[in-house]
């Protein structure tokens, strides 16, 4: 399973990235799908999760209402869509393939990782 991640940028506070993460070698509906950031000095906290079957997604308290995960199963991709983000946002942000129906937020249940796309929010 391979996992590639794109649309990371720098943007200014308020603005919008689209994140995509491409899944080649599985089905989407064979691994719950996450986004994960690791910021400098931090450590990776996830961002995240949709299910694998249901599509029930769950996010951290910090992009809640601002963040969207969604799954384009025709292209096996899953994208993040960020809005209004803050400068806090900045981070080096990673797609992860993890356990079937299991929404698990610690980054030791997701198997497969993608490259990191750095995202950047600054005036």
């Known amino acids: 399973v391979q996992l590639q991640a794109s649309g990371g940028g720098s943007v200014q506070p308020g603005g919008s990235l689209r994140l995509s993460c491409v899944v080649s070698g599985a089905e989407l509906g064979s691994h719950t799908m996450a986004w994960f950031r690791q910021a400098p000095g931090k450590e990776r906290e996830w961002v995240s999760i949709i299910a694998s079957s249901d599509g029930t997604t769950l996010y951290h308290a910090s992009v809640k209402g601002r963040f969207t995960i969604s799954k384009d199963n025709a292209k096996n991709t899953v994208i993040l869509q960020m809005d209004r983000l803050k400068p806090e946002d900045t981070a080096l942000y990673f797609c992860?393939?993890?356990?079937?129906?299991?929404?698990?937020?610690?980054?030791?249940?997701?198997?497969?990782w993608g490259q990191g796309t750095q995202v950047t929010v600054s005036s």
């Open positions: 992860a393939a993890g356990i079937p129906r299991l929404l698990a937020t610690s980054a030791g249940y997701y198997d497969y």
